[in-house]
């Protein structure tokens, strides 16, 4: 049972490339969500997913898209990469409304993104 | 929109020394979740409140609800240079699907 696992850990990127980080969870949980954090800004919700299918806007979801074709999968999208985007980014999971601990994230090890 | 806010941003302590963390919510929540986050790694769960007034206790944590269920803060007793991380209060998010909005942590750094 790996949990959530976010790939790459480290990136660089130019300004106006673009890429994908990949997130897949092993828990059947019905939620998953990305955030970014930054320093003294703790974490900022960025796009969330209640189930397949579904996906929705966070608190700063300007540049990122996601999609969720499967319950195990939610891939960030960044379009065209800008230097304010360097951030890390955290891949979270939760089990979803009706479940125990409904809202309780278990997060992947983070994905550090710099942008040049 | 609903803002988390956490005092103080740091604290530094003499090992043994007490540690409190203060969370502020502009609105009413349902439930209230902490979490830490060591240098360099990534947020766990430490704990959910749900009741009105509910404190809990993890060993030399304690954790309270307001009775308002707008506030709620983290002590920890004794410190030890393990406590060292972030952090994290965070309730659901009143328009994001419950979604956790995050306070911007408390650092806490332990002097042996």
């Known amino acids: 049972n790996a949990g959530v696992t976010q790939t790459p850990k480290f990136q660089v990127l130019k300004t106006g490339q673009s890429m994908t980080l990949q997130c897949a969870q092993d828990?059947?949980?019905?939620?998953m969500s990305w955030y970014r954090q930054d320093p003294g800004m703790g974490l900022r919700l960025i796009h969330y997913?209640?189930?397949?299918?579904?996906?929705d806007q966070g608190e700063v979801p300007n540049g990122y898209n996601v999609s969720r074709s499967t319950t195990e999968d939610f891939p960030l999208r960044l379009l065209s990469a800008a230097p304010s985007q360097t951030s890390v980014y955290f891949c979270a999971s939760s089990p979803g409304q009706g479940f125990s601990g409904a809202n309780v994230l278990t997060f992947g090890a983070g994905s550090r993104l710099t942008v040049l | 929109g609903q803002q988390v806010m956490q005092i103080p941003q740091y604290q530094h302590v003499q090992e043994g020394e007490d540690f409190t963390t203060y969370c502020n919510s502009s609105?009413?929540?349902?439930?209230i979740q902490w979490y830490k986050q060591r240098p360099g790694g990534h947020p766990v769960f430490l704990i959910q409140?749900?009741?009105?007034?509910e404190v809990k206790k993890q060993k030399r944590l304690t954790f309270q609800f307001g009775e308002a269920k707008k506030n709620s803060s983290l002590h920890i007793t004794a410190t030890q240079t393990t406590d060292v991380g972030t952090y994290f209060c965070?309730?659901?998010?009143?328009?994001?699907?419950?979604?956790?909005?995050f306070g911007g942590g408390t650092r806490l750094m332990v002097k042996p």
């Open positions: 409140l749900v009741k009105s007034g």
């Open positions: 965070a309730g659901p998010s009143n328009n994001a699907g419950n979604m956790l909005t």
């Open positions: 609105t009413t929540l349902s439930n």
């Open positions: 828990m059947n949980h019905e939620y």
């Open positions: 997913s209640v189930g397949a299918g579904i996906t």
